[in-house]
């Protein structure tokens, strides 16, 4: 059974930044070859992506993201992390974690965390 814990989510005023994390309860082997993702959900919205990193690295941002997020991750902690800078109050959102394992085809969530961008 895989697990994905995200934490760091809470209330920030527009302009501040957040940092999120979320760790996977998965052998290292299989968290080192598996993408990575952040999502994110808005009420009355459907879930979009706004961030992924492949097992070498290589990051990928939603338009609305780029220049305001950074994902990173720590094979050796199984753990993927989310920037975020200059928050805005439409980036209000439960932010999901979601690991793919390409090789079984499965993908795996997190409960999600809360963000909320209010002054």
């Known amino acids: 059974q895989v697990t994905l814990v995200e934490s760091g989510g809470g209330l920030v005023q527009p302009g501040e930044s957040l940092s999120l994390s979320c760790e996977a309860s998965v052998s290292r082997s299989i968290f080192s070859i598996s993408t990575m993702g952040w999502y994110r959900q808005a009420p009355g919205k459907q879930r979009e992506r706004v961030a992924s990193?492949?097992?070498?690295?290589?990051?990928d941002y939603a338009d609305s993201m780029k220049g305001r997020a950074s994902i990173s991750r720590d094979n050796a902690k199984n753990t993927v992390y989310l920037q975020m800078s200059s928050l805005k109050p439409e980036d209000t959102a439960v932010y999901y974690c979601k690991l793919y394992h390409h090789y079984s085809g499965r993908e795996y969530w997190g409960q999600g965390t809360q963000v909320t961008v209010s002054s």
């Open positions: 990193i492949i097992s070498i690295g290589r990051a």
